[in-house]
């Protein structure tokens, strides 16, 4: 794991641990999230990614280890962190106008950035069309959309280019880039190599249900090309797979 | 209102409610004298057992088979689309979560008693009777079951990963509580007690009219314990283990609320005829009477004594003795077998120490033992009892409401509010108002097609011309203004001007309406052209009813006739029923293959010769092949048709006859 300023942490995860029978999920898994960073948690599919998001929203119970927020411990993570699931169709009857709003009603979400954010994600012209009837690009957008909305400094975000075309995916990554700020941290779990190195300042890798490694692309590179013991500038995609 | 199975459970609650409101009146009609029944029964009868309590009977049903449905799809479905994992990271306890659905969904329940409102109005209307806190104790009872029911299917629903396996763990409960229920029947004892608290017993003493506190105690207790559970399951976070060890703690602190609450003694007798409650004299006396009072009844569960002696008696002296305990003894479940024993049978009391030994169930005998051993003298005189409320009356009007109005409204407004969805679908907003306006008038309609009355109404129809309402088939008919009224004219003149050419009578459609294959019409067109007939649109077929119109005759040399047309063929046979103001008698005419025939003539009489430009009543009644025609009330012909009707109906005259006609109202059976 790289070095890391626990002073600026605002999420320090510290010894996670999952397991589903004899299947362990999450091995004694622990990072940190900094403040006005996009983190990403790269990893194959199976490796855990969203166990351990799910584990640190507070949706499903670890079975050992720790989660800080700053200085205090886990309980108080409803005013810290918002997570947005993948694959999951809220309120399916209602439009999206209907979501969205009440959303920012029932979270108390950001008012002052709501007309940009629908403008960001070219949500107008779906505002009146049910969450069901929406394509599967559609209801990531919404789910963005939601996750920007709500007032929380910390998002995290399960596979937030799913179902989005090339295009999309650019422009939803510039979106978040856009919306981040000193009081704004994204944690963005993400499958696909190439968008993550497009859009993270910092990258968790988890395989197997542990960490791999955590840190920059440079240190992730260096620590690649160490261990395979040749140049893998600029291919993320051959330093995950010697790193994992 | 997004929830389509909340409106699906609101579309069928009204045929639910219309079928036992309407059987229920209609048995207590019967049981009121329409059958012969003899007074004395009917005196007996109170609408809260005959009338209110069986139509209530359908939010029993709809709560155990579709109230949880509807539950489970509004606590399951955010679990299953994902909103629940939002939700819960808003910060909100689970608990109010929970609750505030638990709320909505009872909000939603009172919207589904709407029905119930329609019956007690209908009720009403048709004289009977309503005795408001019996109504209450109705109510409460129903409201607190579906209460039971909704935080029941959100523990259910919070406890299983699909709402499928909500769905079969709330019907296991419902029928759990059946067999409960069934097996305490014969069982007695602990099982009797404990299925007492079940929600389909709990209902039972508020259909007496009588309200127990410790019942509404323990329903609010399993309304809790459930909400709480539900709450417990919600939160995802916390390991499986800890959640079902805190609903086992839920659980065994409910049971001892329950316990505790079975030793809460006030109640209250709310029912009219105070069938709960001894009379004011013995209560008075049997108030005194504070010595701890043991009865040990050597009866079997299942034998008709115990029923009655619990039912009539012991339940009331619980309510009205400060210290009562009752015990039931027997070896077997049936007691057949027990008859031979020496005890069986026999009722000990115990008061104070001292004992008597009686065999009596009766009120009366009961009574009188405990008086006996209390050394007080019983009430010298009986009180007077109470009069039911009889009513032989037919529910008027309710089958079209409940089983037509009530799901085409439930439609339309969902359809309403359902409206961006259906956008969505293709369906613009104006074709949904539409065809909401279409279900508006659908009960109209609805009104002209079912059992209900059809009167034409004239009001629309343009003056001077033909009318609309009816189709001219043979003669002049047309439109003209009476005073405030429109009425239809049949115009005897151009008769008379063609009366030698009588073709030139027929109606040009005629002949497309009868078409051109009945060639037996146009062979006999000379005698059918005597009669201007003109037929009803909208009513291809009558059968069986009664057909009534108003006629005013105003001219005629040959004849003064008018007429109600019925059982017409394709063919153009007819059947017609008169009043003929030159000859001033009432008949019943065939008109056969081209051939008019007399079927009957009504006595002639004084009364028949009615005032000449003066409005009056001809109504024929037809059930199977019993007819009957009525003039201004009375009847005037009867006969017994050798075959029934069918066909279409209308307007008939004879050749020069000029009448006005008006109040066509037609009453199907």
Redesign the interface.
Request: glycine share 10%; charged share 20%.
């Given at each position: 794991m790289g070095a890391f300023n626990a002073a600026e942490a605002l999420v320090r995860v510290d010894g996670l641990s999952k397991t589903y029978g004899r299947l362990h999920a999450l091995d004694g898994v622990g990072f940190s999230i900094r403040a006005g960073e996009i983190l990403g948690l790269i990893g194959p599919n199976g490796a855990g990614k969203t166990t351990l998001f799910e584990c640190v929203a507070g949706l499903e119970a670890a079975d050992r280890g720790d989660i800080f927020f700053g200085s205090v411990d886990g309980r108080h993570r409803s005013s810290k962190l918002f997570y947005v699931p993948d694959g999951i169709a809220p309120w399916p009857e209602q439009p999206v106008r209907w979501v969205l709003e009440y959303s920012l009603g029932f979270f108390g979400g950001r008012h002052e950035i709501y007309e940009q954010v629908l403008d960001d994600l070219a949500l107008a012209p779906l505002m009146q069309v049910p969450i069901c009837a929406l394509s599967k690009g559609q209801r990531k957008r919404t789910l963005l959309a939601l996750g920007l909305l709500a007032p929380q400094p910390i998002l995290l975000i399960d596979e937030p280019f799913e179902g989005l075309d090339l295009r999309q995916s650019r422009e939803a990554a510039a979106t978040l880039r856009k919306h981040l700020t000193p009081d704004r941290t994204f944690f963005l779990s993400i499958h696909q190599i190439a968008d993550a190195a497009k859009v993270c300042d910092r990258f968790v890798l988890l395989s197997g249900g542990r960490v791999v490694a955590e840190g920059t692309l440079d240190t992730l590179t260096a620590l690649a090309c160490r261990r395979v013991g040749r140049n893998l500038l600029e291919d993320f995609e051959e330093v995950f797979l010697a790193l994992t | 209102m997004?929830?389509?199975s909340w409106w699906v459970m609101l579309a069928l609650i009204g045929p639910l409610v219309g079928v036992s409101f309407i059987s229920a009146v209609r048995s207590y009609a019967e049981a009121s004298g329409q059958g012969g029944t003899a007074a004395g029964l009917a005196d007996a009868l109170f609408p809260l057992d005959g009338v209110v309590a069986p139509t209530f009977s359908a939010y029993e049903i709809a709560a155990s088979f579709l109230l949880p449905f509807v539950a489970i799809r509004a606590i399951a479905g955010?679990r299953t689309?994902?909103?629940l994992?939002?939700?819960?990271?808003?910060?909100m306890m689970p608990l109010s979560m929970v609750g505030i659905k638990a709320v909505v969904l009872g909000a939603g329940w009172l919207l589904a008693g709407i029905p119930i409102v329609v019956a007690g109005i209908l009720w009403a209307s048709y004289g009977g009777s309503l005795y408001a806190p019996e109504i209450g104790s109705l109510a409460l009872g129903h409201l607190l079951n579906a209460g039971i029911v909704i935080a029941l299917a959100a523990a259910a629903a919070s406890l299983s990963e699909h709402p499928s396996t909500a769905a079969i763990l709330v019907l296991a409960f419902t029928v759990g509580t059946w067999v409960l229920s069934f097996v305490a029947a014969f069982q007695g004892g602990i099982w009797e007690q404990i299925a007492s608290y079940t929600p389909s017993e709990m209902l039972q003493a508020f259909r007496r009219g009588l309200v127990r506190l410790d019942l509404v105690l323990a329903a609010f207790v399993l309304i809790a314990a459930s909400l709480v559970v539900a709450a417990v399951w919600m939160r995802?976070?916390?390991?499986?283990r800890r959640r079902a060890t805190e609903s086992f703690v839920i659980l065994c602190v409910a049971a001892v609320f329950v316990f505790v609450a079975t030793f809460v003694k006030p109640s209250w007798d709310v029912s009219e005829n105070e069938r709960n409650s001894f009379g004011e004299s013995e209560a008075v006396l049997l108030s005194k009477i504070t010595a701890p009072l043991r009865i040990e009844a050597h009866l079997a569960p299942e034998d008709p004594r115990r029923f009655d002696l619990e039912k009539q008696t012991l339940g009331k002296l619980r309510r009205t003795m400060p210290d009562v305990t009752v015990e039931y003894v027997s070896g077997t479940a049936t007691g057949l077998f027990e008859q031979a024993s020496a005890h069986y049978g026999e009722i000990w009391y115990d008061l104070g120490g001292k004992r008597i030994v009686g065999r009596a169930t009766t009120t009366d005998g009961v009574l009188d033992a405990i008086y006996e051993l209390a050394g007080i003298q019983p009430p010298q005189e009986g009180e007077a009892g109470h009069r039911g409320h009889p009513l032989a009356a037919q529910p008027t009007g309710a089958m079209p409401v409940f089983y037509v109005a009530w799901p085409l409204a439930v439609l339309g407004l969902g359809l309403f509010f359902?409206r961006?969805?259906f956008?969505?679908k293709g369906l613009s907003r104006r074709d949904l108002m539409l065809a909401a306006a279409a279900c508006a008038g659908a009960p109209l309609y609805a009104a002209r097609l079912s059992a209900a009355e059809l009167k034409v109404d004239l009001s629309s129809e343009r003056v001077g011309q033909p009318p609309t309402t009816f189709q001219p088939i043979v003669g002049t008919w047309r439109v003209v203004q009476d005073g405030g009224d429109r009425v239809i004219m049949v115009d005897g003149q151009p008769w008379k001007a063609n009366q030698n050419n009588r073709t030139a009578l027929l109606a040009e459609r005629a002949r497309s309406f009868y078409n051109a294959s009945q060639e037996d019409f146009i062979d006999n067109v000379k005698q059918f052209a005597y009669y201007p007939i003109a037929t009803l649109n909208g009513v291809d077929n009558f059968s069986n009813g009664a057909i009534s119109l108003k006629f005013k005759t105003l001219a005629g040399d040959l004849d003064r006739c008018s007429g109600i047309l019925f059982n017409v063929k394709p063919n153009g046979d007819w059947l017609s029923t008169r009043y003929n103001d030159t000859e001033y008698n009432i008949t019943l005419w065939t008109f056969r293959d081209g051939i008019r025939k007399l079927v009957r003539r009504g006595p002639g009489r004084e009364p028949w010769h009615l005032a000449r430009d003066q409005w009056h009543e001809l109504r024929m009644t037809v059930a199977g092949t019993d007819f009957k025609t009525y003039i201004d009330g009375q009847l005037a012909l009867e006969y017994t048709l050798p075959e029934p009707v069918s066909g279409k109906i209308g307007l008939w005259s004879k050749t020069d006859s000029t009448s006005y006609f008006k109040d066509y109202i037609v009453e199907p059976a």
């Amino acid at each position: 794991m790289g070095a890391f300023n626990a002073a600026e942490a605002l999420v320090r995860v510290d010894g996670l641990s999952k397991t589903y029978g004899r299947l362990h999920a999450l091995d004694g898994v622990g990072f940190s999230i900094r403040a006005g960073e996009i983190l990403g948690l790269i990893g194959p599919n199976g490796a855990g990614k969203t166990t351990l998001f799910e584990c640190v929203a507070g949706l499903e119970a670890a079975d050992r280890g720790d989660i800080f927020f700053g200085s205090v411990d886990g309980r108080h993570r409803s005013s810290k962190l918002f997570y947005v699931p993948d694959g999951i169709a809220p309120w399916p009857e209602q439009p999206v106008r209907w979501v969205l709003e009440y959303s920012l009603g029932f979270f108390g979400g950001r008012h002052e950035i709501y007309e940009q954010v629908l403008d960001d994600l070219a949500l107008a012209p779906l505002m009146q069309v049910p969450i069901c009837a929406l394509s599967k690009g559609q209801r990531k957008r919404t789910l963005l959309a939601l996750g920007l909305l709500a007032p929380q400094p910390i998002l995290l975000i399960d596979e937030p280019f799913e179902g989005l075309d090339l295009r999309q995916s650019r422009e939803a990554a510039a979106t978040l880039r856009k919306h981040l700020t000193p009081d704004r941290t994204f944690f963005l779990s993400i499958h696909q190599i190439a968008d993550a190195a497009k859009v993270c300042d910092r990258f968790v890798l988890l395989s197997g249900g542990r960490v791999v490694a955590e840190g920059t692309l440079d240190t992730l590179t260096a620590l690649a090309c160490r261990r395979v013991g040749r140049n893998l500038l600029e291919d993320f995609e051959e330093v995950f797979l010697a790193l994992t | 209102m997004s929830s389509r199975s909340w409106w699906v459970m609101l579309a069928l609650i009204g045929p639910l409610v219309g079928v036992s409101f309407i059987s229920a009146v209609r048995s207590y009609a019967e049981a009121s004298g329409q059958g012969g029944t003899a007074a004395g029964l009917a005196d007996a009868l109170f609408p809260l057992d005959g009338v209110v309590a069986p139509t209530f009977s359908a939010y029993e049903i709809a709560a155990s088979f579709l109230l949880p449905f509807v539950a489970i799809r509004a606590i399951a479905g955010d679990r299953t689309s994902g909103a629940l994992k939002l939700e819960l990271q808003q910060g909100m306890m689970p608990l109010s979560m929970v609750g505030i659905k638990a709320v909505v969904l009872g909000a939603g329940w009172l919207l589904a008693g709407i029905p119930i409102v329609v019956a007690g109005i209908l009720w009403a209307s048709y004289g009977g009777s309503l005795y408001a806190p019996e109504i209450g104790s109705l109510a409460l009872g129903h409201l607190l079951n579906a209460g039971i029911v909704i935080a029941l299917a959100a523990a259910a629903a919070s406890l299983s990963e699909h709402p499928s396996t909500a769905a079969i763990l709330v019907l296991a409960f419902t029928v759990g509580t059946w067999v409960l229920s069934f097996v305490a029947a014969f069982q007695g004892g602990i099982w009797e007690q404990i299925a007492s608290y079940t929600p389909s017993e709990m209902l039972q003493a508020f259909r007496r009219g009588l309200v127990r506190l410790d019942l509404v105690l323990a329903a609010f207790v399993l309304i809790a314990a459930s909400l709480v559970v539900a709450a417990v399951w919600m939160r995802l976070g916390v390991p499986v283990r800890r959640r079902a060890t805190e609903s086992f703690v839920i659980l065994c602190v409910a049971a001892v609320f329950v316990f505790v609450a079975t030793f809460v003694k006030p109640s209250w007798d709310v029912s009219e005829n105070e069938r709960n409650s001894f009379g004011e004299s013995e209560a008075v006396l049997l108030s005194k009477i504070t010595a701890p009072l043991r009865i040990e009844a050597h009866l079997a569960p299942e034998d008709p004594r115990r029923f009655d002696l619990e039912k009539q008696t012991l339940g009331k002296l619980r309510r009205t003795m400060p210290d009562v305990t009752v015990e039931y003894v027997s070896g077997t479940a049936t007691g057949l077998f027990e008859q031979a024993s020496a005890h069986y049978g026999e009722i000990w009391y115990d008061l104070g120490g001292k004992r008597i030994v009686g065999r009596a169930t009766t009120t009366d005998g009961v009574l009188d033992a405990i008086y006996e051993l209390a050394g007080i003298q019983p009430p010298q005189e009986g009180e007077a009892g109470h009069r039911g409320h009889p009513l032989a009356a037919q529910p008027t009007g309710a089958m079209p409401v409940f089983y037509v109005a009530w799901p085409l409204a439930v439609l339309g407004l969902g359809l309403f509010f359902q409206r961006r969805r259906f956008r969505m679908k293709g369906l613009s907003r104006r074709d949904l108002m539409l065809a909401a306006a279409a279900c508006a008038g659908a009960p109209l309609y609805a009104a002209r097609l079912s059992a209900a009355e059809l009167k034409v109404d004239l009001s629309s129809e343009r003056v001077g011309q033909p009318p609309t309402t009816f189709q001219p088939i043979v003669g002049t008919w047309r439109v003209v203004q009476d005073g405030g009224d429109r009425v239809i004219m049949v115009d005897g003149q151009p008769w008379k001007a063609n009366q030698n050419n009588r073709t030139a009578l027929l109606a040009e459609r005629a002949r497309s309406f009868y078409n051109a294959s009945q060639e037996d019409f146009i062979d006999n067109v000379k005698q059918f052209a005597y009669y201007p007939i003109a037929t009803l649109n909208g009513v291809d077929n009558f059968s069986n009813g009664a057909i009534s119109l108003k006629f005013k005759t105003l001219a005629g040399d040959l004849d003064r006739c008018s007429g109600i047309l019925f059982n017409v063929k394709p063919n153009g046979d007819w059947l017609s029923t008169r009043y003929n103001d030159t000859e001033y008698n009432i008949t019943l005419w065939t008109f056969r293959d081209g051939i008019r025939k007399l079927v009957r003539r009504g006595p002639g009489r004084e009364p028949w010769h009615l005032a000449r430009d003066q409005w009056h009543e001809l109504r024929m009644t037809v059930a199977g092949t019993d007819f009957k025609t009525y003039i201004d009330g009375q009847l005037a012909l009867e006969y017994t048709l050798p075959e029934p009707v069918s066909g279409k109906i209308g307007l008939w005259s004879k050749t020069d006859s000029t009448s006005y006609f008006k109040d066509y109202i037609v009453e199907p059976a």
